[in-house]
């Protein structure tokens, strides 16, 4: 069973940063996509970032070139650097993992983490 563990989140205040990482219980070159969603409470979940197996990369329009997003193949990790940090970053992190298979696709969650930015 594939799964996906979240680490690094926490408080921070406004202007600071934090390193989120997502890792797979799988070799992660076996998806054709990852990503970091957020969710913020009374709101939908929303795209942060992603990245494909070809190392394509695109961002929420918030993000405003304060994120990347990364990849380690060596250590099946996703991470997400998020730098300049607002108080409406503030929400859950969730790591998302995308694959197709023959016959359709599987989607991956992890459980999420807590990041909250303080003014």
């Known amino acids: 069973q594939v799964q996906l563990v979240e680490s690094g989140g926490g408080l921070v205040q406004a202007g600071g940063s934090l390193r989120l990482s997502c890792a797979a219980s799988i070799r992660i070159f076996s998806f054709n996509a990852m990503a970091w969603y957020r969710q913020a409470p009374g709101k939908q979940r929303e795209l942060v970032a992603a990245?494909?197996?070809?190392?394509?990369?695109n961002f929420g329009d918030f993000v405003e070139g304060r994120f990347t997003i990364s990849r380690d193949n060596a250590r099946d990790t996703v991470y997400l650097q998020m730098n300049s940090l607002k108080p409406e970053d503030t929400g859950v992190y969730y790591c998302?993992?995308?694959?197709?298979?023959?016959?359709?696709?599987?989607?991956?969650w992890g459980q999420g983490t807590q990041v909250t930015v303080s003014s």
């Open positions: 990245i494909t197996s070809g190392g394509s990369r």
């Open positions: 998302h993992a995308h694959r197709s298979v023959a016959g359709g696709t599987n989607d991956y």
